[in-house]
Protein backbone atom coordinates (compact mmCIF):
# COMPACT_ATOMS: atom_id res chain seq x y z
CA UNK A 1 0.00 0.00 0.00
CA UNK A 2 1.55 3.27 -0.87
CA UNK A 3 1.92 6.12 1.43
CA UNK A 4 1.81 9.65 0.26
CA UNK A 5 5.04 11.67 1.50
CA UNK A 6 1.93 14.42 2.56
CA UNK A 7 0.16 11.97 4.24
CA UNK A 8 3.07 10.27 5.87
CA UNK A 9 4.74 13.82 7.09
CA UNK A 10 1.49 14.52 8.47
CA UNK A 11 1.39 11.17 10.56
CA UNK A 12 4.83 11.91 11.96
CA UNK A 13 3.54 15.37 13.19
CA UNK A 14 1.09 13.92 15.17
CA UNK A 15 3.41 10.78 16.30
CA UNK A 16 2.32 12.20 20.15
CA UNK A 17 -1.25 10.75 19.12
CA UNK A 18 -0.68 7.45 17.49
CA UNK A 19 -0.33 4.25 18.89
CA UNK A 20 3.46 3.02 18.72
CA UNK A 21 2.44 -0.42 18.03
CA UNK A 22 0.86 0.78 14.79
CA UNK A 23 2.96 0.86 11.41
CA UNK A 24 3.13 4.04 9.70
CA UNK A 25 1.93 2.85 6.03
CA UNK A 26 -1.03 0.80 6.85
CA UNK A 27 -2.34 2.13 9.81
CA UNK A 28 -2.50 -1.26 11.80
CA UNK A 29 -1.13 -3.27 14.17
CA UNK A 30 2.20 -4.56 13.22
CA UNK A 31 2.09 -7.69 11.78
CA UNK A 32 5.45 -9.58 10.86
CA UNK A 33 7.41 -6.96 11.97
CA UNK A 34 10.85 -6.16 10.41
CA UNK A 35 13.43 -3.64 11.73
CA UNK A 36 15.25 -1.49 9.51
CA UNK A 37 19.34 0.01 10.33
CA UNK A 38 17.51 3.32 10.61
CA UNK A 39 15.42 1.96 13.75
CA UNK A 40 12.05 2.45 11.82
CA UNK A 41 10.00 -0.94 11.87
CA UNK A 42 7.38 -2.07 9.44
CA UNK A 43 4.59 -4.65 8.66
CA UNK A 44 6.56 -6.83 6.37
CA UNK A 45 4.20 -7.37 3.81
CA UNK A 46 4.30 -2.79 3.95
CA UNK A 47 7.79 -2.68 3.19
CA UNK A 48 9.18 -6.08 1.24
CA UNK A 49 9.27 -4.17 -2.50
CA UNK A 50 10.42 -1.04 -1.66
CA UNK A 51 14.05 0.36 -1.68
CA UNK A 52 14.22 3.20 1.16
CA UNK A 53 12.96 3.95 4.44
CA UNK A 54 9.69 5.98 3.61
CA UNK A 55 10.61 8.03 7.01
CA UNK A 56 13.90 9.49 6.45
CA UNK A 57 14.73 7.49 3.04
CA UNK A 58 17.44 5.37 4.84
CA UNK A 59 18.32 2.02 1.60
CA UNK A 60 16.85 -1.17 2.90
CA UNK A 61 18.19 -4.24 2.97
CA UNK A 62 17.90 -6.98 0.76
CA UNK A 63 17.63 -9.48 3.55
CA UNK A 64 14.63 -7.56 6.33
CA UNK A 65 15.43 -8.62 9.80
CA UNK A 66 12.45 -9.82 11.99
CA UNK A 67 11.92 -7.81 15.04
CA UNK A 68 11.48 -9.77 17.84
CA UNK A 69 11.19 -7.13 20.42
CA UNK A 70 8.24 -5.53 19.12
CA UNK A 71 6.95 -9.29 18.34
CA UNK A 72 6.87 -9.46 21.89
CA UNK A 73 5.46 -5.95 23.00
CA UNK A 74 2.44 -6.96 20.66
CA UNK A 75 2.18 -10.61 22.10
CA UNK A 76 2.20 -8.27 25.56
CA UNK A 77 -0.74 -6.09 25.20
CA UNK A 78 -2.86 -9.25 23.50
CA UNK A 79 -2.77 -10.58 27.48
CA UNK A 80 -6.17 -11.19 28.77
CA UNK A 81 -6.37 -10.32 32.79
CA UNK A 82 -5.76 -13.50 34.77
CA UNK A 83 -8.70 -14.90 36.99
CA UNK A 84 -8.48 -16.52 40.22
CA UNK A 85 -8.04 -20.26 39.20
CA UNK A 86 -10.16 -21.28 42.30
CA UNK A 87 -12.82 -18.83 42.46
CA UNK A 88 -12.48 -17.63 38.36
CA UNK A 89 -12.75 -13.76 39.60
CA UNK A 90 -10.98 -11.41 40.11
CA UNK A 91 -10.38 -9.58 43.45
CA UNK A 92 -7.42 -7.08 43.87
CA UNK A 93 -4.84 -7.78 45.02
CA UNK A 94 -3.72 -10.87 42.92
CA UNK A 95 -1.18 -13.58 43.80
CA UNK A 96 0.50 -15.99 41.64
CA UNK A 97 1.57 -19.36 43.25
CA UNK A 98 4.75 -20.53 41.62
CA UNK A 99 4.59 -23.68 42.74
CA UNK A 100 1.26 -24.53 41.90
CA UNK A 101 1.58 -22.24 38.95
CA UNK A 102 -1.98 -20.76 39.18
CA UNK A 103 -3.35 -17.41 40.10
CA UNK A 104 -5.51 -16.79 43.01
CA UNK A 105 -6.81 -14.05 44.36
CA UNK A 106 -6.43 -12.99 47.90
CA UNK A 107 -9.40 -14.77 49.76
CA UNK A 108 -8.69 -18.12 48.40
CA UNK A 109 -4.54 -17.64 48.80
CA UNK A 110 -5.56 -17.71 52.51
CA UNK A 111 -8.63 -20.42 51.97
CA UNK A 112 -6.30 -22.54 49.91
CA UNK A 113 -2.49 -21.81 51.04
CA UNK A 114 -2.98 -21.52 55.31
CA UNK A 115 -2.00 -25.01 55.11
CA UNK A 116 1.06 -26.61 56.68
CA UNK A 117 1.38 -28.69 52.92
CA UNK A 118 1.36 -25.35 51.30
CA UNK A 119 3.83 -23.43 53.24
CA UNK A 120 6.80 -23.96 50.82
CA UNK A 121 5.26 -22.74 47.91
CA UNK A 122 6.48 -19.93 46.58
CA UNK A 123 3.50 -16.89 46.13
CA UNK A 124 4.57 -13.52 44.84
CA UNK A 125 1.87 -10.83 43.46
CA UNK A 126 0.73 -11.27 40.16
CA UNK A 127 1.23 -7.73 38.79
CA UNK A 128 5.00 -8.36 39.60
CA UNK A 129 5.44 -11.79 37.97
CA UNK A 130 5.49 -11.44 34.03
CA UNK A 131 3.98 -14.56 32.22
CA UNK A 132 7.51 -16.23 30.75
CA UNK A 133 6.97 -16.13 26.68
CA UNK A 134 10.45 -17.14 25.70
CA UNK A 135 12.22 -20.74 26.91
CA UNK A 136 12.40 -21.36 30.39
CA UNK A 137 14.71 -24.58 30.19
CA UNK A 138 18.28 -25.18 28.97
CA UNK A 139 18.41 -26.15 25.52
CA UNK A 140 22.02 -28.20 26.22
CA UNK A 141 20.82 -29.71 29.39
CA UNK A 142 17.14 -29.37 30.31
CA UNK A 143 17.80 -27.80 33.18
CA UNK A 144 15.81 -24.71 34.26
CA UNK A 145 17.64 -21.40 33.74
CA UNK A 146 18.72 -19.95 37.14
CA UNK A 147 22.27 -17.96 36.45
CA UNK A 148 23.02 -15.24 33.68
CA UNK A 149 26.31 -14.50 32.22
CA UNK A 150 27.80 -11.20 31.82
CA UNK A 151 30.11 -11.99 29.83
CA UNK A 152 28.35 -13.59 26.78
CA UNK A 153 24.72 -11.92 27.80
CA UNK A 154 23.42 -15.25 27.84
CA UNK A 155 21.15 -17.37 30.45
CA UNK A 156 22.41 -20.68 31.70
CA UNK A 157 21.56 -23.56 34.26
CA UNK A 158 23.42 -25.19 37.14
CA UNK A 159 24.68 -27.59 34.72
CA UNK A 160 26.23 -24.87 32.32
CA UNK A 161 28.00 -23.29 35.60
CA UNK A 162 29.52 -26.99 36.86
CA UNK A 163 31.24 -27.45 33.06
CA UNK A 164 32.13 -24.12 32.85
CA UNK A 165 35.81 -23.55 33.44
CA UNK A 166 37.01 -22.17 37.61
CA UNK A 167 38.08 -18.08 35.61
CA UNK A 168 35.04 -18.21 33.86
CA UNK A 169 32.70 -18.71 36.90
CA UNK A 170 33.12 -15.39 38.09
CA UNK A 171 30.93 -13.88 35.36
CA UNK A 172 27.80 -15.77 36.26
CA UNK A 173 25.42 -14.02 38.45
CA UNK A 174 21.92 -15.25 39.56
CA UNK A 175 18.74 -13.75 37.64
CA UNK A 176 17.72 -11.93 40.60
CA UNK A 177 20.70 -10.31 40.73
CA UNK A 178 21.18 -10.16 36.75
CA UNK A 179 17.24 -8.57 36.20
CA UNK A 180 18.66 -6.13 39.30
CA UNK A 181 21.48 -4.81 37.43
CA UNK A 182 19.97 -4.96 34.16
CA UNK A 183 16.83 -2.54 35.37
CA UNK A 184 19.14 -0.24 36.77
CA UNK A 185 21.10 0.13 33.32
CA UNK A 186 17.86 0.32 31.73
CA UNK A 187 16.74 3.23 34.01
CA UNK A 188 19.49 4.98 32.80
CA UNK A 189 19.58 4.26 29.39
CA UNK A 190 16.08 5.20 29.90
CA UNK A 191 16.52 8.35 31.66
CA UNK A 192 18.86 9.75 28.75
CA UNK A 193 16.19 8.46 26.34
CA UNK A 194 13.46 10.84 27.39
CA UNK A 195 16.55 14.19 28.53
CA UNK A 196 17.31 13.42 24.31
CA UNK A 197 13.58 13.21 23.32
CA UNK A 198 13.45 16.59 25.02
CA UNK A 199 16.33 17.93 23.14
CA UNK A 200 14.59 16.22 20.16
CA UNK A 201 11.57 18.56 20.42
CA UNK A 202 13.11 21.77 21.58
CA UNK A 203 15.36 21.62 18.77
CA UNK A 204 12.29 20.86 16.40
CA UNK A 205 10.40 24.04 18.09
CA UNK A 206 14.14 25.72 17.17
CA UNK A 207 13.09 24.90 13.38
CA UNK A 208 10.10 25.58 13.10
CA UNK A 209 10.52 29.08 14.64
CA UNK A 210 13.30 29.61 12.24
CA UNK A 211 11.01 28.42 9.52
CA UNK A 212 8.53 30.96 10.74
CA UNK A 213 10.95 33.46 11.37
CA UNK A 214 12.18 32.92 7.50
CA UNK A 215 8.78 33.13 6.00
CA UNK A 216 8.29 36.59 8.35
CA UNK A 217 11.67 37.81 7.02
CA UNK A 218 11.54 36.91 3.18
CA UNK A 219 7.41 38.87 3.94
CA UNK A 220 9.34 42.29 5.14
CA UNK A 221 12.39 42.08 2.62
CA UNK A 222 10.03 41.34 -0.08
CA UNK A 223 7.53 44.76 1.02
CA UNK A 224 10.64 46.78 1.76
CA UNK A 225 12.29 46.11 -1.59
CA UNK A 226 8.73 46.45 -3.63
CA UNK A 227 8.20 49.88 -1.19
CA UNK A 228 11.64 50.84 -2.48
CA UNK A 229 11.24 49.69 -6.39
CA UNK A 230 7.62 52.53 -6.41
CA UNK A 231 10.14 55.57 -5.30
CA UNK A 232 12.56 54.50 -8.88
CA UNK A 233 12.02 54.77 -12.35
CA UNK A 234 10.82 52.24 -14.77
CA UNK A 235 14.78 51.28 -15.69
CA UNK A 236 14.21 49.22 -11.61
CA UNK A 237 12.07 46.97 -12.99
CA UNK A 238 14.99 44.26 -13.88
CA UNK A 239 16.73 45.04 -10.60
CA UNK A 240 13.89 44.62 -8.82
CA UNK A 241 13.30 41.10 -10.47
CA UNK A 242 16.45 39.91 -10.10
CA UNK A 243 16.65 41.06 -5.93
CA UNK A 244 13.56 39.32 -5.46
CA UNK A 245 14.32 36.20 -7.69
CA UNK A 246 17.75 35.88 -5.44
CA UNK A 247 15.69 36.45 -2.49
CA UNK A 248 13.07 33.36 -2.99
CA UNK A 249 16.38 31.46 -3.98
CA UNK A 250 17.67 31.73 -0.52
CA UNK A 251 14.29 31.13 1.08
CA UNK A 252 14.28 28.37 -0.28
CA UNK A 253 17.64 26.70 0.21
CA UNK A 254 17.11 27.69 3.97
CA UNK A 255 14.05 26.53 4.20
CA UNK A 256 14.66 23.52 2.45
CA UNK A 257 17.17 22.93 4.84
CA UNK A 258 15.35 23.60 8.36
CA UNK A 259 12.46 21.15 6.78
CA UNK A 260 14.77 18.52 6.10
CA UNK A 261 16.82 18.81 9.59
CA UNK A 262 12.96 19.04 10.88
CA UNK A 263 12.15 15.81 8.97
CA UNK A 264 14.98 14.45 10.46
CA UNK A 265 13.81 15.40 13.76
CA UNK A 266 10.75 14.42 13.54
CA UNK A 267 11.81 10.45 11.82
CA UNK A 268 13.28 10.17 15.58
CA UNK A 269 10.36 10.65 17.84
CA UNK A 270 8.56 7.20 16.51
CA UNK A 271 11.54 5.04 17.22
CA UNK A 272 11.87 7.29 20.70
CA UNK A 273 8.66 6.58 22.10
CA UNK A 274 8.92 2.65 20.86
CA UNK A 275 11.75 2.00 23.24
CA UNK A 276 10.18 4.41 25.63
CA UNK A 277 7.07 1.69 26.00
CA UNK A 278 10.08 -0.87 25.12
CA UNK A 279 11.23 -0.16 28.43
CA UNK A 280 8.22 0.26 30.11
CA UNK A 281 6.80 -2.98 29.75
CA UNK A 282 9.94 -4.69 30.09
CA UNK A 283 10.46 -3.03 33.43
CA UNK A 284 6.88 -3.65 34.44
CA UNK A 285 5.71 -6.69 32.80
CA UNK A 286 7.88 -8.81 31.02
CA UNK A 287 9.28 -11.45 33.41
CA UNK A 288 12.98 -11.59 34.42
CA UNK A 289 14.11 -14.61 31.61
CA UNK A 290 12.78 -12.38 28.83
CA UNK A 291 14.21 -9.33 30.77
CA UNK A 292 17.57 -10.89 29.95
CA UNK A 293 16.89 -11.89 27.44
CA UNK A 294 16.07 -8.96 25.42
CA UNK A 295 17.16 -6.39 27.24
CA UNK A 296 20.09 -6.44 25.70
CA UNK A 297 18.74 -5.55 22.09
CA UNK A 298 16.81 -2.86 23.54
CA UNK A 299 19.54 -1.61 25.39
CA UNK A 300 21.82 -1.56 22.31
CA UNK A 301 18.76 0.12 19.82
CA UNK A 302 18.75 3.08 22.50
CA UNK A 303 22.57 3.52 22.80
CA UNK A 304 22.37 3.58 18.78
CA UNK A 305 19.65 6.33 18.59
CA UNK A 306 21.29 8.52 21.49
CA UNK A 307 24.44 7.98 19.36
CA UNK A 308 22.28 10.08 16.44
CA UNK A 309 22.77 13.81 16.11
CA UNK A 310 21.46 16.48 14.03
CA UNK A 311 23.71 19.53 12.65
CA UNK A 312 23.10 22.49 13.90
CA UNK A 313 21.17 25.09 11.36
CA UNK A 314 23.62 25.97 9.04
CA UNK A 315 21.68 29.05 8.55
CA UNK A 316 19.57 31.90 10.85
CA UNK A 317 15.94 32.84 9.84
CA UNK A 318 17.40 36.37 8.59
CA UNK A 319 17.85 36.86 4.94
CA UNK A 320 20.53 39.95 5.25
CA UNK A 321 20.82 41.30 1.34
CA UNK A 322 22.11 44.84 0.84
CA UNK A 323 19.67 45.69 -1.91
CA UNK A 324 19.87 49.06 -1.13
CA UNK A 325 23.37 49.41 -2.91
CA UNK A 326 21.93 47.65 -5.38
CA UNK A 327 19.78 50.04 -6.39
CA UNK A 328 22.25 52.38 -5.87
CA UNK A 329 24.87 50.81 -8.22
CA UNK A 330 21.78 50.99 -10.53
CA UNK A 331 20.60 54.20 -10.06
CA UNK A 332 24.23 55.41 -10.28
CA UNK A 333 23.90 56.47 -14.24
CA UNK A 334 20.72 58.39 -13.46
CA UNK A 335 21.57 59.97 -10.27
CA UNK A 336 24.79 58.58 -9.19
CA UNK A 337 27.10 61.01 -7.00
CA UNK A 338 30.52 59.98 -8.61
CA UNK A 339 28.93 60.31 -12.55
CA UNK A 340 27.41 63.94 -11.82
CA UNK A 341 30.89 65.11 -10.15
CA UNK A 342 32.64 63.19 -13.30
CA UNK A 343 30.74 64.60 -15.77
CA UNK A 344 29.67 67.89 -13.71
CA UNK A 345 32.69 70.41 -15.05
CA UNK A 346 32.62 69.04 -18.53
CA UNK A 347 28.38 70.27 -18.85
CA UNK A 348 29.57 73.73 -17.83
CA UNK A 349 32.37 74.15 -20.36
CA UNK A 350 29.91 72.85 -22.54
CA UNK A 351 27.54 74.95 -21.85
CA UNK A 352 29.25 78.05 -21.41
CA UNK A 353 31.34 77.47 -24.63
CA UNK A 354 27.44 76.76 -26.76
CA UNK A 355 26.26 80.31 -25.07
CA UNK A 356 29.07 82.63 -25.87
CA UNK A 357 28.80 81.18 -29.40
CA UNK A 358 25.01 82.48 -29.64
CA UNK A 359 25.29 85.25 -27.12
CA UNK A 360 27.26 87.80 -25.79
CA UNK A 361 29.25 87.96 -22.70
CA UNK A 362 27.43 90.25 -20.95
CA UNK A 363 24.02 88.76 -21.97
CA UNK A 364 25.30 85.15 -20.25
CA UNK A 365 26.10 86.46 -17.27
CA UNK A 366 22.81 88.34 -16.60
CA UNK A 367 21.35 85.31 -17.61
CA UNK A 368 23.05 82.68 -15.89
CA UNK A 369 25.39 83.01 -12.66
CA UNK A 370 26.21 80.98 -10.26
CA UNK A 371 26.44 82.23 -6.25
CA UNK A 372 29.47 81.10 -3.54
CA UNK A 373 26.28 79.74 -1.65
CA UNK A 374 26.17 76.77 -4.43
CA UNK A 375 22.65 78.20 -5.84
CA UNK A 376 22.07 78.26 -9.30
CA UNK A 377 20.01 80.72 -10.96
CA UNK A 378 18.76 80.26 -14.80
CA UNK A 379 16.91 83.66 -16.18
CA UNK A 380 15.38 83.94 -12.50
CA UNK A 381 14.54 81.00 -11.46
CA UNK A 382 16.32 78.36 -9.12
CA UNK A 383 17.06 74.85 -9.59
CA UNK A 384 16.30 72.12 -7.14
CA UNK A 385 18.22 72.02 -3.93
CA UNK A 386 19.59 68.70 -4.58
CA UNK A 387 21.68 70.40 -7.17
CA UNK A 388 23.38 73.05 -5.06
CA UNK A 389 25.30 70.42 -3.28
CA UNK A 390 26.37 69.13 -6.66
CA UNK A 391 27.41 72.54 -7.92
CA UNK A 392 29.25 73.26 -4.52
CA UNK A 393 31.22 69.20 -4.96
CA UNK A 394 31.83 70.83 -8.36
CA UNK A 395 35.32 72.73 -6.77
CA UNK A 396 38.19 72.11 -4.16
CA UNK A 397 35.95 70.62 -1.40
CA UNK A 398 34.16 68.50 -4.09
CA UNK A 399 37.76 66.72 -4.44
CA UNK A 400 38.29 66.14 -0.59
CA UNK A 401 35.01 64.90 -0.48
CA UNK A 402 35.82 61.99 -3.31
CA UNK A 403 38.36 60.92 -0.89
CA UNK A 404 36.69 60.04 1.62
CA UNK A 405 33.72 58.96 0.62
CA UNK A 406 34.61 55.37 -0.29
CA UNK A 407 36.05 55.02 3.34
CA UNK A 408 33.04 56.94 4.77
CA UNK A 409 30.84 54.40 2.86
CA UNK A 410 33.11 51.22 3.97
CA UNK A 411 32.72 52.38 7.00
CA UNK A 412 28.65 52.44 7.19
CA UNK A 413 28.30 49.03 5.36
CA UNK A 414 30.64 47.71 8.36
CA UNK A 415 28.67 48.84 11.33
CA UNK A 416 25.41 47.86 9.88
CA UNK A 417 27.02 44.12 9.26
CA UNK A 418 28.64 44.13 12.96
CA UNK A 419 25.38 45.30 14.36
CA UNK A 420 23.14 43.09 12.82
CA UNK A 421 25.34 40.25 13.72
CA UNK A 422 25.49 41.58 17.40
CA UNK A 423 21.24 41.41 17.33
CA UNK A 424 21.31 37.64 15.15
CA UNK A 425 23.96 36.64 18.69
CA UNK A 426 21.07 38.27 21.57
CA UNK A 427 18.70 36.13 19.47
CA UNK A 428 20.32 33.36 19.37
CA UNK A 429 20.84 33.46 23.43
CA UNK A 430 17.16 34.89 24.34
CA UNK A 431 14.72 33.76 21.59
CA UNK A 432 16.58 30.11 19.71
CA UNK A 433 18.17 29.01 22.71
CA UNK A 434 21.63 28.38 20.96
CA UNK A 435 24.62 27.99 22.01
CA UNK A 436 26.77 30.85 21.45
CA UNK A 437 30.86 30.55 20.60
CA UNK A 438 32.93 32.17 22.85
CA UNK A 439 35.08 33.24 20.16
CA UNK A 440 32.44 34.83 18.11
CA UNK A 441 31.44 36.74 21.00
CA UNK A 442 35.28 38.10 21.46
CA UNK A 443 35.74 39.25 17.75
CA UNK A 444 32.21 41.24 18.22
CA UNK A 445 33.72 42.84 21.08
CA UNK A 446 37.10 43.73 19.78
CA UNK A 447 35.40 45.43 16.75
Do not use: W
Amino acid sequence: MACPTSLLMFKLENAETRNPLECLICDKEFENPVRLPCHHSYCLDCIRNKNECPVCGCLVDDELTPDRLLTFLIDTSHETADVCANCDKISMPMHFCETCQQPLCNQCRLNTHQAKMFAAHRIALLEERGKVKGRILCPLHGEPYILYSIDTRSLACIVCFNNAALDSRHHLIHIDTAHKMGCEKLEKAVAKLRTFQDDIREQLQLRKRLAIELCESHRASCESIRQTYQEMFDAMLFVRDRLLKKLDEEKEKRERHFHEQMRYLIALQPSIRLYLLSSSIFCSSASKLDFLQSSNDLLKRIQGLLSMECEKPQFTGEIEMNFREEFSHALEPYLGLSSVLMNLPHRCISESSSENTDKSVGQHRRSSYVRRSGSVYTNGSSLPTKYHLLIDLAGAFGEHFSKVEAPLRQYDHEMTNLGRRVQEVQRDLTLRKCMVRKEELDALVKK
